[in-house]
């Protein structure tokens, strides 16, 4: 049968004594039945568990929910920037709002259920009258990311030595200082890059996932913890290296891989949403469009290592990075409109080259390689929004004499007076901003980013030629 959170909703309601607590009707449940409850019924109201987390609707997220349901510790597999970390936390989402325990417990003691030795004296000496205390459900969250140096101590606990000079016998369970998964019960612990856990480390938590308690050295106690574990792993360590101990990979009730955005659109809604960037700055459609093709092509490009993945971090720093130099060329150049053209690009450099590992016969050749994914996308974007006819249009208007110029020291009026020269120009970089909006599509400074990648598209298709001097462009008619 189900229980539903019958904890009070105000702040002033809250019962601060164990027999008020009974009097107000609360009732007490597992971690997995608060998850389990709580995500029925947002699942059944039809909003997201994740609402922040993109791309995953039909793939990662239904395993996910599955998990939950089922009451499962869950073990997520993918490579760097996939979200791993955000669902995890946001799990606490589908927590209970507030949290009764034994005032001053430092494992959130239930007050109907004590297991420390602490609360349990304490219960004993004051009965109803023991003092409550009332936790939110962010900090019902812990998480450990591991370490070769990380001991059993860090995860569940070691003797206070400072507790035993204060008098205490080492057989009292008092001087006992907690490690993270106890000061986690009733909770949600995470550990992030489980593999890279020693195997003796791992062993300790075997009974955390089985038994549900932990045993300290050198003590006859037993805690039966109420905690959900979440791990997170990197594939190549976790299949190929053999670093996690088979043991604790059975005892993960569920194993899900995690990907990276499989369509472009998805990828520039995430640097959207993730992205850092100044109200001033407007980056048309095509240009965020350029950013994350190149981040798609650097994951299935032979000159990346793609062990490592190719993370949706390089979308948002190139986003930023972009619109940042567009900010500095327009401040430059006493602009006040801020649009990023093509010429922005080679400033991507800096942000591409920390997030992407090159393969060992492409070291030396780091920057060809960033160079040579950047004019891909911009010819993939060119073709896929420029339509046929007008290419040909605007190739026969470069006579002999006509060179259109480009580049990051030339202000917006110098693309408006090359729209008056070459007609047809003029017509492909209207039916390439008519998508950005009424207000987008009419700005000048649009229109010149727009200009920027029908020439460089036009070039890199074969169609112009390019001399380019100091970050100046100039493309003529093929000879």
Known sequence: MEQHDTSPSGADQLPDTLGALRSSGWASRTVKEELRVNATARIRSGSPLFPEVLGY????????EHAVLAGHDVILLGERGQAKTRMIRALTGLLDEWMPIIAGSEIN???????SRYALDLVAEHGDDTRIDWVHRDTRYGEKLATPDTSIADLIGEVDPIKVAEGRYLSDELTLHYGLVPRTNRGIFAINELPDLAERIQVGLLNVLEERDVQIRGYRIRLPLDVILVASANPEDYTNRGRMITPLKDRFGAQIRTHYPREVETEIAIADQEAQISDEVDIPDFMKDIIATFTHLARHSSHINQRSGVSVRLTVANLETLAAAATRRSLRLGETEV?????????????TAGKIEVEALEEDREGEVVDHLLRSAILHVFKDRVSG????????????????????DLPTSSYRELLD????????????????????????????SA????????HLSKRLNKDAVAGRASYRARA
């Open 109 to 115: 003691d239930d007050p109907y259920s004590p297991v």
């Open 421 to 448: 020269r070459i007609e047809p120009l003029a017509s492909a970089v209207t039916d390439l901003t008519s998508t950005e909006g009424s207000a987008a599509g009419s700005s000048a400074a649009v229109q010149a």
């Open 389 to 408: 006819p007008v290419i040909s249009e605007i190739v026969e208007a470069f006579d002999e004499d006509t060179v259109a110029n480009a580049g990051d």
């Open 339 to 351: 649009v990023p053209r093509v010429s922005d690009l080679d400033s991507l450099i800096a942000s």
């Open 451 to 458: 200009v920027e990648l029908i020439l460089e598209g036009l």
């Open 57 to 64: 609707e039909d793939t990662v997220l239904p395993q996910f």
